[in-house]
């Protein structure tokens, strides 16, 4: 990992995606939760973040305490920093984890707005040529025939079902 820790990592990608500082966020998750539900969904699992984060500092800091140098382990002292070593990765594991979950929450937001925009920019583009189809209509013929508008997708044209 980085110098940067997964929370940070997570904060910033949380503040780009939404605009405004965490500690904005935080309060817009609670006091608005059905407004945004994706910002709510990202929060909560920022929240988990924090823990595994906290876990990773603490198993760090035993790991460092036990392996430190000069400092010889005893026979007791391994299980403890084999124990601290597995719970390090796991916590990182789970860091991992919450910062990809909320990668994917900010891709959901991304493809809802995207998706939200979709039907309006059809419509204007069927508009767009519909007025320029009207325009030639109006004027002198046109050297081709203007295509027609499509304003949902396309569909192709299937067989009689049997």
Known sequence: MSD???LNQADAMIE???GRPIDALETLAVRRPVEDPLLRSAMHIR???????NAVAVHQDRLH???RSGHVPA???LDRITSSAVALRVAQAESRTAL????HVI???EASVTADRAPALRLAQAAVARSAHALRALGQPPDQPAPSAAVGPTVAATGPRR
């Open 4 to 6: 940067a820790t997964a």
């Open 47 to 53: 929240s988990s973040l924090v823990l595994s984060n």
């Open 107 to 109: 891709e959901a937001r």
């Open 16 to 18: 780009k995606a939404w």
């Open 75 to 77: 026979f007791y002292d």
């Open 65 to 67: 305490a036990l392996t």
């Open 100 to 103: 990809q979950a909320i990668s």
